[in-house]
């Protein structure tokens, strides 16, 4: 695997109700990128369009990754991706071992 993802933690609250740091991993993936355009009609008569972006992110064996956690990349145009998981997948084997988990963003 030749790219790598940034997932950053919340580390909470002090006394005085302010964040305090996290802590910051740095795990080796694939990453595929992909948009659609989603065509929905509303109760009107008119349609509307939206432009839908994700990612799905492969990481070996069972990854410790959060619902909670902030994960951001950058693709090969430069451009930096930070967003929060949707959906987390653990892909298992037949015998019942985590192959990958697969993280949509």
Not at 49 to 72: F, G, H, N, Q
Not at 77 to 91: A, M
């Amino acid at each position: 695997m030749r790219q790598t993802i940034t997932v950053k933690r919340g580390g909470g609250l002090d006394d005085w109700g302010n964040p305090m740091p996290g802590e910051q991993l740095t795990l080796k993936c694939r990453i595929d990128e992909g948009s659609q355009l989603r065509q929905y009609r509303p109760a009107g008569t008119t349609s509307s369009e939206t432009i839908v972006a994700t990612a799905r992110i492969m990481l070996d064996k069972l990854a410790d990754i959060r619902e909670t956690d902030t994960i951001s990349f950058t693709n090969e145009l430069g451009q930096t991706i930070e967003r929060t998981p949707k959906e987390i997948n653990v892909k298992r084997n037949g015998s019942g071992k985590p192959m990958l988990t697969e993280v949509i963003i």
